[in-house]
Every structure is written in C-alpha cells, then in structure tokens.
C-alpha cells in the first residue's frame, strides 16, 4: 500500500502545532515544575555515585540505584532529626537570652539619662519597643498555625520530589536511548554527541560546585578557629555543605556559628559572647563577600566556559527573578543553551555540527547500549 508522506510545510506546521501547545502546556502547569527540576538536580547530584557502584561492581543499575538513594534519604532525613532536638533547645536558650537582653534594654531606657547635665527622655522609644514585643509575642500562635500549615504543603512537596528523583534515577538511561532512538538512524550519533557536550558541561559544573563547597568549608574552619569557636571544623564542613544552597544556605551556616557563638564565646580570647559574636557576624559578611562577588564567579566561569562578569550577574539577576532554584541552574542552563544553540546555527547554515569533532571517538547508537546494558543486568540477576 502506498503511503502518502505529509508535505513539508505541513510538517512544519505540525511541528510548530506541537511546540506552541508544548510551551502553553508548560507555563500552565509552571507551579508543579519545581518539585520535578528539584527532583531532576537531585537525581543529576547523586548519579555518579550509582556509575560508580555499577562500574567497580557487580550491582545492576536498579540495585545500584536503589542502595544509593535509600543511604541518602537515611543521611538525609536522619541527620537533621537526630540533630534537630539538640539545636532546638540551643534555639530556645538563645531566644531566651536575646529576650531578657531586649528587657533590661527596655528598664535601662525607661529612666531618665542625664549626661552633662542633660536630661534625656528615651521612655517614649521605650514604650514602642514594649508594644513591639506584645504584638510579636502576641501573634505567635497565628505564625505558628500558618507554619504548620506551609509545613504539610511542604511535606507533600517532599514526597513528590522522593518520588521523581528516584524514577529519574533508576530509568533515565533508557529514556534517553529510546528518546534518541525515536529519531532516525543517520541522526542518533548526531544527537548522541550533543547530549554528550551538554552532559560535559554539567559534569563541570558539579565539579566546579565541589571545589566551592571544598574551599569555602576550609576557609570557615580556619576563620572559626582563629576566632576561637568551639566545633569550628563541624560549623567549617556545615558551612561548605550548605554553600551549594545560594544565600539561604550560608546564612544557615552564619546562624549556627553566631548562635554558637553567643552560648560559648571564644576558647581563648577573653571577650563576651556578645562581642564574639559580633566578631562572628563580621567575618561571615566579610567571607561571604569574597566568596559570591570573586570566588563563586571564577570558579563557576572556568568549570562551565563562561565570562567571571557573565556569571555574576546571571547569578544576582536569576536569584531577583526566579529566587535560590534560579542562582543554582542559572549557569549550567546557559552553559548549555549556548551549545545547543550553537548546533542548531551551524546545522541551519549547512556547517557541521560541533566545531571540533573528534573522529577517534566510537558512539554506540542508543538503542544498542540499551540492550547490551540489559542483556548484562540480566545475566548479573
């Protein structure tokens, strides 16, 4: 029977059909797609170690998968619940401590202060302050209620994100191959190389954001032990963690240090713990500084290829407009829009693809290692 192919422009219109309701499509559900980019950069984060697993052992990439996401949910969810009731009551004596301070402030400021003979009256600031403290106290349970509330959304959210990351995990191999695989033969090697350079670049972005982590954990223990605080290299490996977290992540790390601060003071040096504190805050701005204005845009412009003026201000701008999801992709996104882009340009000017092929290297079409990789999972069972 013969079958009669469609036109090329209506090809075209086909396709320009498909990707107008795709982009409408997107931006309706736009409110779901952050727990699914969210579940994807955690799948993109933990999926070396499964490569890992599965070219050093026996393990199928399904054991390999599932021994890898179920040890990071255990560190995950384990390590803030165990340490949660300590920090919790740490929390409640330094509220209690700031509390009584904002009191004594308060008495000191109700009586008269003469200096010079000068009487100054400070009882008017003072009654602000203390009708300040009654409507903050006073709204608390309301607070609490709508925390409760955003806590449940939350939660609901998490296991969302649970639940992706581990689908995009234990199957995203055989969804590239088939996706690839769908397109015909003589441009599956093509499509291939691109997810390759476009794999690269993330590569070296992760890459970039571990020697970030790695500096800025060793320059905050170093900064927390000259000051002398107690559980300097904990708050130094605390602060390179969280450093992957743009602004709320080393804040955090400022916090616990500040918070430390202000219950032990300093090992060696005979201040206050106020004024270590202080000393703590000051530091942490100082670093913190150095870290987002000149480090975080070297270290991310030379992992990705990107101009250090590029990445700072894509970081500030992507942070005002789509908050810490947007400084943390920001990068790698455009890293790859630019490949991608740059493919389709030469291929529209009738240019070869890539600008330096590498005519050594063997690419196994999709729909071959997807079977070879099976075959091998299951003699492995």
């Given at each position: 029977m013969n079958e009669k192919k469609w036109s090329l422009p209506l090809r075209y219109l086909a396709l320009g059909f498909?990707?107008?309701?795709?982009?409408?499509?997107?931006?309706?559900?736009?409110?779901?797609?952050?727990?699914?980019?969210?579940?994807?950069?955690?799948?993109?984060?933990?999926n070396p170690f499964v490569n890992l697993l599965m070219n050093h052992?026996?393990?199928?990439?399904?054991?390999?998968?599932?021994?890898?996401?179920?040890?990071?949910?255990?560190?995950?969810?384990?390590?803030?619940?165990?340490l949660a009731p300590i920090f919790f009551d740490e929390f409640k004596q330094v509220f209690t401590d700031?509390?009584?301070?904002?009191?004594?402030?308060?008495?000191?400021?109700?009586?008269p202060l003469v200096i010079s003979g000068i009487s100054i009256d400070l009882s008017q600031a003072a009654s602000q302050l203390a009708q300040f403290r009654s409507s903050f106290l006073g709204t608390l349970p309301e607070?609490?209620?709508?925390?409760?509330e955003s806590t449940s959304l939350g939660a609901l959210w998490v296991i969302v994100?649970?639940?992706?990351?581990?689908?995009?995990?234990?199957?995203?191999?055989?969804?590239?191959?088939?996706?690839?695989?769908?397109?015909p033969d003589p441009y599956q090697d093509e499509l291939n190389e691109l997810y390759q350079?476009?794999?690269?670049?993330?590569?070296?972005?992760?890459?970039?954001?571990?020697?970030?982590?790695?500096?800025?954990?060793?320059v905050f223990t170093v900064a927390w032990t000259i000051i002398g605080i107690p559980g300097a290299l904990v708050l130094g490996v605390i602060a390179g963690f969280l450093t992957l977290i743009p602004d709320v992540g080393p804040f955090l790390a400022a916090f616990l240090a500040v918070?430390?601060?202000?219950?032990?003071?300093?090992?060696?040096?005979?201040?206050?713990?106020?004024?270590?504190?202080?000393?703590?805050?000051?530091?942490?701005?100082?670093?913190?500084?150095?870290?987002?204005?000149?480090?975080?845009?070297?270290?991310?412009?030379?992992?990705?290829?990107?101009?250090?003026?590029?990445?700072?201000?894509?970081?500030?701008?992507?942070t005002m407009l789509w908050g810490i999801l947007g400084a943390l992709l920001i990068i790698p996104v455009l890293a790859s829009m630019a490949i991608f882009f740059d493919y389709l340009r030469r291929r529209i000017l009738g240019m070869v693809p890539f600008?330096?092929?590498?005519?050594?290297?063997?690419?196994?079409?999709?729909?071959?290692?997807?079977?070879?990789r099976t075959r091998r999972e299951r003699e492995q069972k």
């Amino acid at each position: 029977m013969n079958e009669k192919k469609w036109s090329l422009p209506l090809r075209y219109l086909a396709l320009g059909f498909l990707l107008a309701g795709g982009v409408i499509g997107l931006w309706y559900i736009r409110s779901v797609l952050q727990p699914l980019i969210i579940a994807a950069f955690v799948a993109y984060l933990i999926n070396p170690f499964v490569n890992l697993l599965m070219n050093h052992t026996r393990l199928s990439r399904k054991a390999s998968v599932n021994l890898v996401f179920y040890i990071t949910l255990i560190l995950t969810v384990g390590t803030p619940s165990t340490l949660a009731p300590i920090f919790f009551d740490e929390f409640k004596q330094v509220f209690t401590d700031l509390l009584n301070i904002y009191n004594q402030l308060i008495d000191w400021m109700m009586q008269p202060l003469v200096i010079s003979g000068i009487s100054i009256d400070l009882s008017q600031a003072a009654s602000q302050l203390a009708q300040f403290r009654s409507s903050f106290l006073g709204t608390l349970p309301e607070q609490a209620l709508q925390l409760l509330e955003s806590t449940s959304l939350g939660a609901l959210w998490v296991i969302v994100v649970m639940v992706a990351t581990y689908y995009f995990l234990s199957e995203w191999p055989g969804l590239r191959a088939r996706l690839i695989g769908s397109f015909p033969d003589p441009y599956q090697d093509e499509l291939n190389e691109l997810y390759q350079r476009v794999r690269m670049v993330w590569m070296n972005y992760l890459r970039g954001q571990l020697l970030l982590m790695l500096i800025v954990g060793v320059v905050f223990t170093v900064a927390w032990t000259i000051i002398g605080i107690p559980g300097a290299l904990v708050l130094g490996v605390i602060a390179g963690f969280l450093t992957l977290i743009p602004d709320v992540g080393p804040f955090l790390a400022a916090f616990l240090a500040v918070v430390v601060a202000l219950l032990e003071g300093s090992i060696w040096i005979p201040w206050s713990n106020i004024f270590v504190a202080l000393v703590v805050a000051g530091v942490y701005l100082l670093l913190i500084g150095l870290k987002n204005f000149w480090l975080r845009p070297y270290i991310m412009g030379r992992s990705v290829h990107m101009p250090e003026a590029l990445v700072f201000i894509s970081i500030i701008m992507s942070t005002m407009l789509w908050g810490i999801l947007g400084a943390l992709l920001i990068i790698p996104v455009l890293a790859s829009m630019a490949i991608f882009f740059d493919y389709l340009r030469r291929r529209i000017l009738g240019m070869v693809p890539f600008p330096d092929p590498d005519p050594e290297r063997k690419i196994e079409p999709p729909a071959t290692r997807l079977k070879s990789r099976t075959r091998r999972e299951r003699e492995q069972k």
